[in-house]
């Protein structure tokens, strides 16, 4: 019996989702993932998750990232950002002149969520 191949870590991200759709792209690729941390789970807590893949097929995932990220960098869809239009991206419309980002509200809801799950579960430890 073969001992099974030496993992070598990729990366760290933050979240669940990052480290599945990170997975689920390498995957397409044949690379074999292995997601340690609070990778699953009932609830959204935000939490670092370390990809690992193979030893043999670190420099391959690697590549594969570097490849996306310029991609992404010079994605033309991207390049209305910087003067402020959105016509044609795939975006939720914001309204940013009311002065409410939408960045921080999403921060509030997470920390409201959290706080709700923290108390159902005191509620329900003492019931």
Do not use: K, N, W
């Not at 670190?58 to 590549?63: C, F, S, V, Y």
């Not at 994605?75 to 209305?80: A, L």
């Not at 991206?89 to 959290?114: E, Y």
């Amino acid at each position: 019996m073969a001992p099974p191949p030496r993992l070598s870590q990729l990366t760290t991200v933050v979240g669940s989702f990052h480290a599945h759709v990170l997975a689920a792209r390498l995957g397409g690729e044949g690379i074999l993932v292995e997601l340690r941390g609070l990778s699953d789970g009932p609830y959204p807590l935000i939490s670092e998750v370390a990809v690992l893949v193979r030893a043999d097929q670190l420099a391959l995932a690697r590549e594969l990232l570097l490849e996306d990220a310029v991609d992404a960098a010079f994605d033309e869809r991207y390049d209305d950002l910087e003067s402020g239009r959105t016509d044609g991206l795939d975006l939720p419309p914001v309204d940013m002149s009311s002065g409410v980002h939408p960045r921080p509200m999403r921060r509030a809801l997470v920390f409201a969520m959290i706080a709700l799950v923290l108390v159902v579960g005191v509620v329900a430890a003492y019931h």
